[in-house]
């Protein structure tokens, strides 16, 4: 299987390779042709540790730095424990891993991304005026935006719990990143990012802005993140970007084949009915719902051709075994999957 998981949609990079100015048009079509480069990579559906790798305990963490070219993984910055040096998109980088793996640890007990001490490994300065990040396998891989549209990829703490997340679903549940499976992976990265983002920031579930990306976009840009969990076909509406496309419901379920099946579109349906379980349940969402969606993607149960409807199955049956049958759990989590229109 060849992986390769980016953050941005392809409906949202085609739009500014139409409808972009000539500077806007040029970063992204370098950008979609190294992407390509890459998925023409030999990638590997399992987790694969960096050369960097070595034995330790806890978390590790290794910064480098590309220098705008696209060699990976690049010389090293920043290794786990160091000072931070005079390089924002560094430390943010390296606060991310962090945070990403803080989550994981604390409220799941998982020890990294394979669960096996994986030392997290990130790449920053990737490329010229490269408008992506992606998870590769391996490592993160950081972009630095064209100041067109797009800012500096390690300025928004979710995207990086998105893209490490692909790691933590490669490893458990195998999803294949094609229709409904594809989404629901997708969803899955959307949905532990924004608990790193409040995990992070102590908020409740009230407290979040339920957002994707936030802070990606340049002040040219009318919208305010890549996707709202929230409310899913609101996050932006741009002259350039065009209307945020994504669904919240299974009755507008988008039948393409286009970004294999359309992952990145019909994420908002599990999206939002993870907010929705969230919401009703209020305190820390990583709490009981965050709960029940983690011990659901390492559920037997859930295999690689998962769909929406048998992963919510699965949702509800794990809500009964961790909080009780009839729960308020368990109630607001078929609740919220009624609301969406997966369950009856």
């Given at each position: 299987?060849r ?9 949202l990079?085609?739009?500014v390779?139409?409808?972009g ?6 970063a ?7 992407d390509?480069s890459?998925?023409a990579m030999?990638?590997?559906s ?7 790798a070595?034995?330790?305990?806890g978390?590790?963490?290794?910064i480098c ?13 920043r290794?786990?424990g ?13 606060d991310?891993?962090g945070?990403?793996y803080?989550?994981?640890s ?15 490994l990130?790449t ?5 005026r490269?408008d992506?990040a ?9 972009g630095?935006?064209d100041g067109?549209?797009?800012n500096r990829?390690?300025?928004?703490l979710d995207?990086?719990?998105h ?6 679903t ?6 294949i ?5 594809g989404?629901?992976?997708e ?6 990012g924004?608990?790193v983002?409040?995990h ?5 579930a ?10 990606l976009f340049?002040d040219r840009?009318r ?5 709202s ?21 299974m ?14 579109l019909n994420?908002?349906i ?5 907010y929705?379980a969230?919401?009703?349940l209020?305190g820390?969402?990583w709490e009981r719902a ?6 659901s993607?390492?559920s037997?149960?859930v ?5 929406f409807?048998?992963f919510?199955?699965?949702?509800v049956d ?6 009780g ?14 609301e ?5």
């Amino acid at each position: 299987m060849r992986l390769l998981c980016t953050i941005l949609p392809p409906h949202l990079t085609d739009a500014v390779a139409r409808n972009g100015g000539p500077a806007e048009r040029e970063a992204i079509l370098d950008t979609l042709a190294v992407d390509r480069s890459l998925v023409a990579m030999r990638m590997h559906s399992r987790l694969i540790p960096s050369a960097l790798a070595t034995a330790h305990t806890g978390l590790a963490r290794t910064i480098c730095d590309a220098k705008n070219s696209e060699s990976l993984p690049g010389g090293e910055v920043r290794g786990e424990g160091d000072i931070a040096i005079d390089d924002i998109t560094v430390t943010e980088a390296y606060d991310g891993l962090g945070a990403t793996y803080s989550l994981f640890s604390a409220a799941y007990g998982r020890d990294s991304v394979d669960d096996e001490g994986l030392p997290l490994l990130a790449t920053v300065h990737y490329g010229s005026r490269y408008d992506n990040a992606f998870w590769n396998g391996s490592q993160m891989v950081f972009g630095d935006g064209d100041g067109e549209l797009f800012n500096r990829f390690t300025v928004a703490l979710d995207v990086i719990g998105h893209e490490l997340t692909h790691g933590v679903t490669q490893d458990e549940a195998g999803l294949i990143y094609q229709n409904q499976p594809g989404a629901l992976n997708e969803s899955l990265s959307d949905v532990f990012g924004s608990l790193v983002k409040q995990h992070a920031l102590g908020q409740t579930a009230e407290a979040a802005d339920w957002l994707i990306g936030a802070g990606l976009f340049t002040d040219r840009v009318r919208g305010v993140a890549l996707r709202s969990m929230k409310a899913p076909g609101t996050a932006y509406d741009d002259p350039v970007l065009g209307k945020d496309p994504q669904p919240a419901r299974m009755s507008d379920y988008v039948q393409t084949s286009r970004d294999n099946g359309g992952v990145h579109l019909n994420s908002g349906i599990p999206n939002r009915a993870f907010y929705l379980a969230a919401a009703t349940l209020g305190g820390y969402a990583w709490e009981r719902a965050g709960r029940i969606w983690y011990e659901s993607m390492r559920s037997a149960k859930v295999r690689p051709t998962t769909g929406f409807a048998r992963f919510a199955g699965v949702t509800v049956d794990v809500a009964g075994q961790l909080f009780g049958v009839g729960s308020a759990e368990q109630q607001a989590i078929r609740g919220a999957w009624n609301e969406v229109e997966v369950l009856p």
